[in-house]
């Protein structure tokens, strides 16, 4: 379960406080599912690590073009994250074109 803090901390870092319990909240369940679902364990931590390197990587970049969020809901701001996210992939992509 130490991966669950690790990615919390580590999304909280780049994405604000909300987003990172959010992020710890669904890997600790996506790590008690992989314990209990046969063939899910792998896939679990692909994705655990996938997440943690898109934050590593990506992360400074995304969180100059996010503002702290201020006092709101708790789904509030981790939507405001990934609209964010979403729309700095949109014109990555357009870059690229």
């Not at 896939?43 to 201020?70: D, E």
Request: aromatic letters at 12%; proline letters at 2%.
């Amino acid at each position: 379960m130490l991966s669950a803090l690790i990615v919390g901390a580590l999304t909280a870092w780049y994405l604000g406080m909300r987003a990172g319990i959010i992020a710890a909240a669904v890997t600790f369940g996506a790590l008690i599912l992989g314990t209990f679902v046969p063939g899910v364990k792998l896939a679990v931590y692909a994705l655990i690590l996938a997440w943690s390197a898109a934050l590593y990587f990506l992360g400074a970049k995304l969180s100059k073009q996010t503002s702290s969020p201020g006092l709101g809901t708790l789904f509030g701001g981790f939507t405001g994250a990934a609209g964010h996210a979403s729309a700095w992939f949109k014109r990555q992509l357009a870059k690229t074109k």
